[in-house]
Nanobody, 125 residues
């Protein structure tokens, strides 16, 4: 059974930083591309960042580029999202996702293979 478990969310002030983690089990992590999405209250889920299975390719949403960094440790079956210079509009539930197709993670999220249950990030003004 595949599980993606996010952690690291919480309450932070504007300008602060958080590091999210997503621990994967039940799949061959090193062959899966991994992504982060978020869903703010009353809004649709949106793409945040993706990293290829090798870590050699990354891509970010324009709203987080330059502030967020995605990385992975295949030895630990874990993907990370370092979030800096946080803004109130970054407040959302953040979800981890896994897919064998890199493009699904930023072009076709409806087709993503696996999702985590999310972790809440709240940025206070």
């Amino acid at each position: 059974q595949v599980q993606l478990v996010e952690s690291g969310g919480g309450l932070v002030q504007t300008g602060g930083s958080l590091r999210l983690s997503c621990a994967a089990s039940g799949l061959s992590f090193s062959v899966y591309n991994m992504g982060w999405f978020r869903q703010a209250p009353g809004k649709e889920r949106e793409f945040v960042a993706v990293i290829s299975w090798s870590g050699g390719a990354v891509y970010y949403a324009g709203s987080v580029k330059g502030r967020y960094a995605i990385s992975r440790d295949n030895a630990k079956n874990t993907v990370y999202l370092q979030m800096n210079s946080l803004k109130p509009e970054d407040t959302a539930v953040y979800y981890c996702a896994a897919d064998l197709d890199y493009s699904d993670l930023h072009k076709s999220p409806a087709g993503v293979d696996y999702w985590g249950k999310g972790t809440l990030v709240t940025v206070s003004s």
